[in-house]
């Protein structure tokens, strides 16, 4: 369960109407509350389908979409690592997903 999200109705209603036409980015200086918009919307969406998280951490930007390597069950995941097949592994783990939701929260934190 996401954590309470106090007088902050008009941005998850803003939020949901930009889903429902295909998209949201969220950005801003850190620790107003980007990261707990996200979960809470993520909640919201994850009642119409499947919502897929990614977090961000230190090594993210080191390796190529390795956050999004967390999507895939062990026996997916090239061995390789090659970025197109890691790529093309995540783009079918993420058929019929109904938000992917991408959070640097963890990456900011560590700095």
Not at 47 to 65: F, H, I, K, Q, T
């Amino acid at each position: 369960m996401p954590p309470a999200v106090v007088s902050r109705q008009a941005d998850l209603d803003r939020i949901a109407e930009l889903l429902s036409q295909g998209g949201a980015l969220l950005h801003g200086p850190a620790g107003i509350g980007k990261s707990v918009l996200l979960r809470s919307a993520a909640a919201s969406a994850g009642r119409r389908g499947e919502v897929a998280l990614v977090e961000g951490n230190e090594s993210s930007g080191l390796v190529p979409l390795d956050a999004f390597t967390a999507l895939l069950p062990l026996e997916e995941l090239p061995a390789d690592r090659d970025p197109a097949r890691v790529a093309a592994a995540v783009r079918r783990r993420l058929e019929g997903v109904a938000l992917l939701a991408v959070d640097d929260e963890s990456q900011q934190e560590n700095k």
